[in-house]
C-alpha cells in the first residue's frame, strides 16, 4: 500500500492542491530566471521600444539554451531517481 493511499479522498485532493500550487511556483520561478538572465546578458540599448536584431538573436539563443539546459538536467534527474530506485536506495524498507 503506497502512502497516498493511506490518505482520505479530503487529504489526497488538499495534497495534490499543495504539489499543483509547488509546480506552479517552480515554473514561475524558472520563468522569471529565465526572463532576468536573458535580459541581463541579451538587451543594451533602451533608446527603443523594440528590440535590436541582435539583442533578439541573442534572446532566442539565450532562451534555447536555458530550455535544453533544463530538459537535460530533468533527464539526468530521472536517470539517477532510476538508478537509485533499482539499487534500492528510494523506496524504503524493502
Same mark, same amino acid.
Given at each position: $500500500?503506497? +502512502?497516498m493511499d493511506a490518505l482520505n479522498r479530503q487529504e489526497q485532493m488538499e495534497l495534490q492542491g499543495r504539489m499543483e500550487r509547488k509546480? $506552479? &511556483?517552480?515554473f514561475m520561478n524558472m520563468y522569471s530566471n529565465l526572463v532576468q538572465r536573458c535580459f541581463t546578458d541579451c538587451v543594451s540599448d533602451f533608446t527603443s521600444k523594440s528590440l535590436q536584431s541582435k539583442e533578439e538573436g541573442c534572446v532566442m539563443r539565450c532562451v534555447d &539554451? #536555458?530550455?535544453k539546459s533544463s530538459e *537535460?538536467?530533468?533527464e *539526468? #534527474?530521472?536517470e539517477q531517481n532510476a538508478a537509485m530506485a +533499482? +539499487?534500492?536506495g528510494m523506496g524504503g524498507g524493502r
Open positions: $500500500m503506497s +502512502q509546480q $506552479m &511556483k517552480d &539554451k #536555458f530550455l *537535460r538536467l530533468g *539526468r #534527474f530521472q +533499482q +539499487q534500492g
